[in-house]
Structures are given as C-alpha cells and as structure tokens.
C-alpha cells in the first residue's frame, strides 16, 4: 500500500509553522488526537459521567492497540504517567539484597542512571558500561539490566533480542525504555522476551505527556508486588456498588498495577494515535524514518559533520569545533528545531517529515557552518 505521506504530514499543525526535527524530545499532536481529548471531555458534559465505568471499557481497546504494537496479550498491558514510574515500580517491588548489582550502558537516560544509583541507599551496586564490555559487565551478582530501545544520546540502538536471550540464560531481569523508538522503530516482547518493557508516549506515539503503557511479563508479574494500591487493586472492581473492603486480592493482569483513576483524556488521544500507526503501518513507518534518518546523515557529512549513529531515528552529529548548544539556539532563530545532547547536534525524524524539512536543515545549517 502506497501512503501518501503528504496527507499525514497535514494531520500534525505544528508542522506548517516548523521545520520539526526533535521527536526525540517532543512528538507532535495530530488534530485527530486532539479532538479525542475534547469528545471526551464534551461527552462528560453530556452525560454529567454517569458512563464513568464505560470509560474503563474504552481503555481495554486501548491495551488491544498497545498490546498489538508490541505483540503481547492484553492482559500484559499497564497504563502509566511516565517511564519513570514503571522503573519505580520494578525497584520497588523487588526484594534486594546487599552486593546486588543494576547494570546499564554509558551516555544512558538519566531514569536508568539516577534511579538505581539512589539504590546504592541499600548497598545496591550499580555499573555503567560502554557496549564493547556489556556482556563482561555481567556477573552472578547482577540482578537487573535497564537500558533504553535505542540512546538518546548516540540513537544507538541494542540487539534487544540478544541481550534478552543473553540474560534470560543467566536469570538477570531485563527492563527496557521503550520511550526511546517505540512509535518510530518495531519492537517485539515476544522476541525480546523483556521482564518490563515502559513506554511513555509523548515522544515517538505522538501522544501527551503523562499517556504511556508498560508491559508486564506474566512471571515477572507472579513475584512483582503492587507498590500503589488503591481502590482498582482488587479483582473486581468494577462492583461499585459493593466494593470489597479488606485485603485486597489482586487479579493477574498487569492493570492491577494501576491501583486508581487513570488520564482518560491523555488516553483517548493516544488512542488516536495508536490508530493511526495502525493505519499507516508500523512497518511502513519505520522504513520512512529510517529513510528519512539517512538523508540527514547524508547532508551532515556534506557540511563536514560526523554522523554517530548508523540504525536509529536519532541521529546525533560531532560537528567539530561547534558548540551544539548554540547551534541549536541559532536553528531555532530560523525556526528549525533539533536540539544539542552532550556535545552533539541531535536530529530527529519522524514519519510526519520529508524531504523539504531536511533541505531547510541543510540551507539553515549552511549558513551557520
């Protein structure tokens, strides 16, 4: 099926006043999510939330469409407000013992740095590696990896499935942030095999901040206690004329994680944005951003840059002798927005760009350079 791309390009307003090259930090709303956040809220008006359960029935399809994306079950589907909170989670749950070890690879996202140094508290050991040494950094008393689907960094992007089959052999839990790619590039649980997998929408789904999903794997979930609990912590919750009161008994699907209300709102517009992966094709998507990805390459190595990233979405540029910061300040006088990491000029493409959006990187850049 062929997309006609300058269609979906035109679902996304932000882009006729932008060159928009900073998914990485922000994706964009399309204007059919933003109009599911206001049915909902006008369906609130309309029926004063009488149907407040039925909501929760609307949020089942959604745990169809992210369960679908990453090819799992429903009942392996999660909400959660961030990446964050799904790493909270997983530390909280767990039952360390002193000489334990976390393990996660250099230039990671600060979640998988600060929070299992903040478990040194507890006489947590806690290693960052570069990939060459990764799988030295493993030993009998690593617990935990946690690394991201793709750096946010260098876009470097990990075997996933190797890693996973790497450690499922020596018993280490293996945690993912989705955030990172999923949206943009495919991801598979059923062959990575991940304990956890987060993903808050707000970069490659395209969706509000504090909409995202995590997936639970059912043995992680057998040993993985509750840290919220709250009135939706029992199994049948949805008796809400005769809630259950005493110790609750927790189902097994991964919502019992949710513990209470969630953002409807933020829901329904990733929803919308779920669909509309789904209509264009995940694979159709991944091909145009990786192709998309290579053209910038292409027009930094002309002006002199070097590329670091061969596989990614994310696609971070040394330009030597050039402040990054600045020169994203100066693209952003131009009306061109990427942003500067740790001495790198990031790009980032999305399937809602094109080819003109990276010509006006390159005369923009030309210019500065």
């Keep these: 099926m062929t997309v006609d791309w300058n269609g979906v390009r035109a679902e996304f307003p932000a882009l006729a006043n932008w060159t928009y090259l900073n998914t990485a930090t922000y994706g964009q709303l399309s204007r059919r999510s933003t ?91 806690f290693v960052e590696t570069s990939w060459e040494n990764f799988y030295r950094s493993i030993d009998e008393r690593t617990r935990l990896v946690a690394i ?39 991801l598979d649980v059923g062959r990575v095999q991940p304990d956890m997998l987060a993903v808050h929408g707000y970069k490659w789904l395209n969706s509000p901040d504090g909409a995202g999903f995590m997936y639970v794997k059912p043995a992680l979930r057998k040993r993985l206690p509750p840290v919220v609990v709250g009135w939706r912590s029992h199994r049948d919750w949805r008796n809400v004329d005769n809630l259950h009161h005493g110790t609750p008994e927790f189902a097994e699907g991964a919502e019992k994680y949710e513990g ?61 002798g050039r402040d990054p910061s600045k020169l994203a300040r100066a693209l952003k006088e131009k009306r061109v927005l990427v942003a500067a990491r740790h001495g790198l000029l990031r790009v980032s493409t999305h399937f809602y760009n094109n080819e ?11 210019e500065l350079l």
């Design 260 to 320: 209470g209300m969630l953002p409807f709102a933020l829901l329904y517009a990733m929803q919308a944005s779920l669909e509309f992966v789904f209509e264009i094709g995940p694979e159709a998507i991944e091909h145009r951003v990786l192709e998309l990805a290579g053209h910038v390459r292409d027009v930094a190595r002309e002006l002199g840059g070097e590329p670091v990233s061969v596989n990614s979405a994310i696609v971070p540029v040394r330009f030597e």
């Design 35 to 125: 109009a599911r956040v206001a049915e909902h809220f006008a369906r609130r008006d309309e029926r004063a939330c009488s149907d407040f359960l039925s909501w929760f029935d609307d949020l089942d399809s959604v745990r169809d469409l992210a369960a679908r994306l990453v090819h799992c079950e429903r009942a392996d589907i999660a909400f959660i407000q961030n990446a964050s909170t799904a790493l909270g989670w997983l530390l909280a749950g767990l039952d360390w013992k002193p000489g334990d070890r976390v393990v996660t690879l250099e230039s990671e996202f600060p979640n998988n740095i600060y929070a299992p140094i903040v478990l040194g508290r507890r006489g947590i050991e």
């Design 148 to 186: 991201s689907s793709s750096n946010y960094v260098t876009g470097f992007v990990p075997p996933l499935d190797e890693i996973g089959a790497f450690l499922r052999r020596r018993g280490v839990l293996f945690y993912v942030d989705g955030t990172q790619s999923v949206g943009a590039l495919r």
């Design 356 to 366: 003109s959006d990276i010509e006006h990187l390159r005369t923009a850049l030309t």
